[in-house]
């Protein structure tokens, strides 16, 4: 009976530590390898769990995106895959769903390999955005 409190106790622990929150930025940096030429708009402007974000991308023509992902950042829960479709010359779209959390403000990151054939270069676009719940 001990030692299924002890397991009990330990895992309650990690699962405390998991959810620890880091010190919320007030303003985000957007770090990725694409020289500003690549930019991002959420729609909804405040997105939710559990409901569909889009994210609408725009990048110069010769930008190609693969799959990419979405993954917490102040609490480990795995990422989830991104896919991104093309909408225009110069516009992509992709569409977001994210798990519910225990944690009431959860920052996220989403990262976008791409690469243009025409330049031999490629990089990651990379940006963080936030989720409250009540």
Same mark, same amino acid.
């Given at each position: 009976?001990?030692?299924? /409190?002890?397991?009990?106790?330990?895992?309650?622990?990690?699962?405390?530590?998991?959810?620890? &929150?880091?010190? *919320?930025?007030?303003?985000?940096?957007?770090?990725?390898?694409?020289?500003?030429?690549?930019?991002?708009?959420?729609?909804?402007?405040? &997105?939710?769990?559990?409901?569909?974000?889009?994210?609408?991308?725009?990048? *110069?023509?010769?930008?190609?995106?693969?799959?990419?992902? /979405?993954?917490?950042?102040?609490?480990?829960?795995? $990422?989830?895959?991104?896919?991104? /479709?093309?909408?225009?010359?110069?516009?992509?779209?992709?569409?977001? $769903?994210?798990?519910?959390? !225990?944690? *009431?403000?959860?920052?996220?990151?989403?990262?976008? &390999?791409?690469?243009?054939? !025409?330049s031999a270069q490629n990089? /990651?676009?990379?940006?963080?955005f936030y989720t409250?719940?009540?």
């Amino acid at each position: 009976m001990k030692l299924k /409190v002890f397991i009990c106790a330990a895992l309650s622990a990690i699962v405390l530590i998991g959810c620890n &929150p880091n010190s *919320p930025s007030t303003t985000l940096e957007t770090k990725h390898s694409s020289n500003d030429k690549i930019f991002h708009k959420i729609d909804p402007d405040q &997105p939710r769990v559990e409901q569909q974000i889009s994210v609408l991308i725009q990048a *110069p023509a010769n930008i190609e995106f693969s799959l990419g992902k /979405v993954e917490g950042v102040n609490m480990n829960m795995g $990422y989830m895959p991104v896919s991104i /479709v093309r909408q225009g010359t110069n516009q992509w779209r992709a569409d977001l $769903y994210l798990g519910a959390c !225990t944690e *009431p403000r959860m920052q996220w990151r989403v990262s976008l &390999p791409w690469s243009s054939p !025409t330049s031999a270069q490629n990089g /990651v676009y990379q940006f963080d955005f936030y989720t409250e719940t009540n």
